[in-house]
C-alpha cells in the first residue's frame, strides 16, 4: 500500500470473504422484512383487543379464552411471537458482536442468547396452542362457565 493509498475502513489486512452464505445480509435483511410484519401484526393485535367490540373493558380471561379458540388468532398470535422474539435476537446479537471484544465470551454470550430464544419461542408456542380455558373450576356464573358447559 502506497502512502496515498487508504485501506478500506473497518477491514483487517488481507480480509478475504469466506465462500458460502452471506449470514450477515441474511440477518440484515431478516430484521427489515420483520420489522415491517410485527408492525402489521402488532398494530393489528391491539386495533382487535383495545378498539373492536366492547374496546378495553372487554378484555379479560374469556375474552383471551375466545380468541385462542380460534386457530387464525392463535397462528397470529404466535407469528407475531416467534418474529418478536427473533427480531429481538438477532438485534443483540448484532450489539453483542459489535461491542464484546473477546471471540469465547461474544461466542458464549450469542449461543446463550439464542438458547433463551429458543426456549421462550418453545413456551409460548405450548401456551398458545394448548391453552384450555375449561381447566379450572369454574362454578361463579362467569361468562366461562357457559362457554365450557360447565
Given at each position: 500500500m502506497t502512502a496515498d493509498t487508504l485501506a478500506?475502513?473497518?477491514?483487517?489486512?488481507?480480509?478475504?470473504r469466506k465462500k458460502g452464505p452471506n449470514l450477515e445480509m441474511v440477518g440484515w435483511v431478516f430484521m427489515r422484512v420483520s420489522g415491517v410484519l410485527l408492525i402489521v401484526l402488532?398494530?393489528?393485535?391491539?386495533?382487535?383487543n383495545l378498539m373492536v367490540g366492547d374496546g378495553i373493558s372487554a378484555l379479560d380471561f374469556a375474552f383471551v379464552a375466545g380468541k385462542f379458540a380460534n386457530p387464525f388468532w392463535q397462528w397470529w398470535d404466535v407469528l407475531m411471537l416467534w418474529l418478536a422474539f427473533i427480531h429481538?435476537?438477532?438485534?443483540?446479537?448484532t450489539i453483542v458482536n459489535d461491542y464484546v471484544t473477546n471471540a469465547k465470551a461474544r461466542k458464549?454470550?450469542?449461543?446463550?442468547?439464542?438458547?433463551?430464544?429458543?426456549f421462550m419461542i418453545l413456551l409460548g408456542t405450548l401456551v398458545v396452542f394448548t391453552f384450555d380455558p375449561c381447566i379450572p373450576n369454574l362454578t361463579d356464573g362467569s361468562v366461562l362457565t357457559e362457554f365450557c358447559g360447565a
Open positions: 478500506a475502513p473497518r477491514s483487517p489486512k488481507g480480509a478475504v402488532i398494530f393489528g393485535h391491539l386495533f382487535v429481538g435476537t438477532n438485534g443483540m446479537r458464549t454470550l450469542v449461543v446463550a442468547l439464542w438458547a433463551v430464544c429458543a
